[in-house]
Structures are given as structure tokens and as C-alpha cells.
């Protein structure tokens, strides 16, 4: 069975920093690939961040520079370290993984930013 959970989330404030992990079982691990999606209140999931099966990453324009991402293939967990948070970073991410013809997602872990 398949399990796709994250962990990490929370409240920060503006500026402030959060590391979100993702930990995938039931997968061979290595050769899947890590992706980052966050949801607003009223609008639409987006796409976050890449994490590939070599460890290269790629971000999205409102998030470069300020997330970075890493896996850990022996733990089966891939992590999103998100920096100079923002308010409009608010919301709940999720993690999905990708390996060959499945993807599994993740139930979500809220990150807020406020003041």
C-alpha cells in the first residue's frame, strides 16, 4: 500500500522560515519524482516545486530563490526548506509522488504566514 504523508507545516511569520517533509512508502523511492503543490483558500492548486530522482530541483517563479529542495533516498523522504516566508504563501501543501505510470498524493500539511 501506498502512503504519501507531510509534516511540517505550521505558522511562521513574515520572513520566517519552514521545512516541510514528505515521506513516501510503498514506492521505490529513488526513482520517483517529488513534487510540491500548495492550495489558497479559494483558488486553485498550484504547482510549487520538483524534486527529481537525481536530486535536481526546479521552483516556481513566486517561490525561486527563497525554496529550496533535497531528498533523502534512504529515508524514503524528500524535503521542501521554504525561507523568507510570505503571507501569500499561505496554505495547504501537498506532496505528490510520481514513479512510472502512478502518482500518490498526500494529504496536505497547512503552512500560515501572517503577522
Known amino acids: 500500500q501506498v502512503r504519501v504523508l507531510e509534516s511540517g507545516g505550521g505558522f511562521a511569520q513574515p520572513g520566517g522560515s519552514l521545512r516541510l517533509s514528505c515521506a513516501a512508502s510503498?514506492?521505490?523511492?529513488?526513482?520517483?519524482?517529488i513534487s510540491w503543490y500548495r492550495q489558497a483558500p479559494g483558488k486553485q492548486r498550484e504547482w510549487v516545486a520538483d524534486?527529481?530522482?537525481?536530486?535536481?530541483?526546479r521552483f516556481a517563479n513566486a517561490v525561486k530563490g527563497r525554496f529550496t529542495g533535497s531528498r533523502d533516498n534512504a529515508k524514503d523522504t524528500a524535503y521542501l526548506q521554504m525561507n523568507n516566508l510570505q503571507p501569500e504563501d499561505t496554505g495547504l501543501y501537498y506532496c505528490?509522488?510520481?514513479?512510472?505510470?502512478?502518482?500518490?498524493w498526500g494529504q496536505g500539511t497547512q503552512v500560515t504566514v501572517s503577522s
Open positions: 524534486i527529481n530522482q537525481g536530486n535536481s530541483t
Open positions: 505528490r509522488a510520481a514513479g512510472g505510470a502512478t502518482i500518490h
Open positions: 510503498g514506492v521505490t523511492f529513488s526513482i520517483t519524482v
